[in-house]
T-cell receptor, first 114, second 109 residues
Framework: DGGITQSPKYLFRKEGQNVTLSCEQN?????MYWYRQDPGQGLRLIYY???????QKGDIAEGYSVSREKKESFPLTVTSAQKNPTAFYLC?????????????FGQGTRLTVV | ELKVEQNPLFLSMQEGKNYTIYCNYS?????LYWYRQDPGKSLESLFV?????AVKQEGRLMASLDTKARLSTLHITAAVHDLSATYFC?????????FGKGTRLHILP
């Protein structure tokens, strides 16, 4: 079945560690996005990418890094520079350069700093 | 900079009542989306609105878009408990999809 797969579902990180969240899609979508959601809050854009080997910072990129080496994959690394990484992370993808850019979401990764 | 504002942010209502959620955005766009999120879950797409005057309906929910006013509404008719969730609007501008803070809807039996 086509869709977006995020892994792991739950992730625990010690302070000072980098961790990488996986996002894979088989929808043949060009655009991919990473959002962060804090409890009771909306979604804030971290990074986005329209094509392979290119990506742009969103509104809260500090302390995060991404890569887009393959169309299907857009991993997010939460670095030790991110001071408050505990949050729910959502990956999405959409068709690009078309009228309907409806985003489809993965099931999310819940990251907790211990 | 694109800003998306929803109101109210929290709404508690009785079953059977009607209500409207509002979504305002700050720059021109012809692409607006509504999503639903249940507690602890991801986002589920509800409506895609792609032109001025667009209206979409699904069951007790109806969404509309006025691009001149930069306003979308999500109308709930005769609310039922199953509609309790958080509803987000999102706007696409310059390849960025920006979300509002969400409206947490609690429907009382």
């Amino acid at each position: 079945d086509g869709g977006i797969t995020q892994s792991p579902k739950y992730l625990f990180r010690k302070e000072g560690q980098n961790v990488t969240l996986s996002c894979e899609q088989n929808l043949n979508h060009d655009a991919m996005y990473w959002y962060r959601q804090d409890p009771g809050q909306g979604l804030r854009l971290i990074y986005y990418s329209q094509i392979v080997n290119d990506f742009q910072k969103g509104d809260i990129a500090e302390g995060y890094s991404v890569s887009r080496e393959k169309k299907e994959s857009f991993p997010l690394t939460v670095t030790s520079a991110q001071k408050n990484p505990t949050a729910f992370y959502l990956c999405a993808s959409s068709i690009w350069q078309t009228m309907n850019t409806e985003a489809f979401f993965g099931q999310g990764t819940r990251l907790t700093v211990v | 900079e694109l800003k998306v504002e929803q109101n109210p942010l929290f709404l508690s209502m009785q079953e059977g009542k009607n209500y409207t959620i509002y979504c305002n955005y700050s720059t021109t766009s012809d692409r607006l989306y509504w999503y639903r999120q249940d507690p602890g879950k991801s986002l589920e797409s509800l409506f895609v609105l792609l032109s001025n005057g667009a209206v979409k309906q699904e069951g007790r929910l109806m969404a509309s878009l006025d691009t001149k006013a930069r306003l979308s509404t999500l109308h709930i008719t005769a609310a039922v408990h199953d509609l309790s969730a958080t509803y987000f609007c999102a706007v696409d501008r310059d390849d960025k999809i920006i979300f509002g803070k969400g409206t947490r809807l609690h429907i009382l039996p």
